[in-house]
């Protein structure tokens, strides 16, 4: 079964930094491209950041270019999202998606962790 | 990038009632389009891919059409667990992966 836990989620400070992490299972890692999506409260989904299978490919949403770096650990079966000068609108849960497909395709998706950007 | 429309942004249905909501993409996505299913305090879940084939273990009730720019989801008849939000999704023009704004099903 393909498992997805997130983690790292939690309140910070405008301005501050915070990396999420991303545990897969139940799947050969080594073999999918993964994406960050989140989801403002109250609000629809929307796409972060997407890193292919061998990390030579890596797109990012113009919201978040410059702030977030997203990487991956084939050998740790882990994905990261590093997230620096956060703003308030980052405030989201955030999911870690598995990419199914050569064009973008989620399906399986983590239970998703909370970032909450507040003074 | 392409800009997704979802309508209705409410749908106030009755269990066994058919559900059709609609998706409106900027500029043709071709067939890739897809449809996603979320509940409340819950991760999304794929329903359909490529306009009109359903995901492993959707149920047959679920279906879509359409392809360019104009799609549809069709709830043949609703069960209570299918009220929920429905999100559209495109992968033809990326980056940017574009999302519709949802529609959400609720009970009448």
């Known amino acids: 079964e393909v498992q997805l836990v997130e983690s790292g989620g939690g309140l910070v400070k405008p301005g501050g930094s915070l990396r999420l992490s991303c545990a897969a299972s139940g799947f050969t890692f080594n073999s999918y491209s993964m994406n960050w999506v989140r989801q403002a409260p109250g609000k629809g989904l929307e796409w972060v950041s997407s890193i292919s299978y061998s990390s030579s490919d890596i797109y990012y949403a113009d919201s978040v270019k410059g702030r977030f770096t997203i990487s991956r650990d084939n050998a740790k079966n882990s994905l990261y999202l590093q997230m620096n000068s956060l703003r308030a609108e980052d405030t989201a849960v955030y999911y870690c998606a598995r990419d199914i497909s050569t064009r973008p395709l989620f399906d399986s998706w983590g239970q998703g962790t909370l970032v909450t950007v507040s003074s | 990038e392409i800009v997704l429309t979802q309508s209705p942004a409410t749908l106030s249905l009755s269990p066994g009632e058919r559900a059709t909501l609609s998706c409106r993409a900027s500029?043709?996505?071709?067939?890739?389009l897809a449809w996603y299913q979320q509940k409340p305090g819950q991760a999304p879940r794929l329903l359909i891919y490529?306009?009109?084939n359903r995901a492993t273990g959707v149920p047959a009730r679920f279906s879509g059409s359409g392809s360019g720019t104009d799609f549809t989801l069709t709830i043949s008849s609703l069960e209570p667990e299918d009220f929920a939000v429905y999100y559209c999704q495109q992968r033809s023009n990326w980056p940017p992966i574009t999302f519709g704004p949802g529609t959400k099903v609720d009970i009448k």
């Open positions: 490529d306009a009109s």
């Open positions: 500029q043709s996505v071709g067939s890739y």
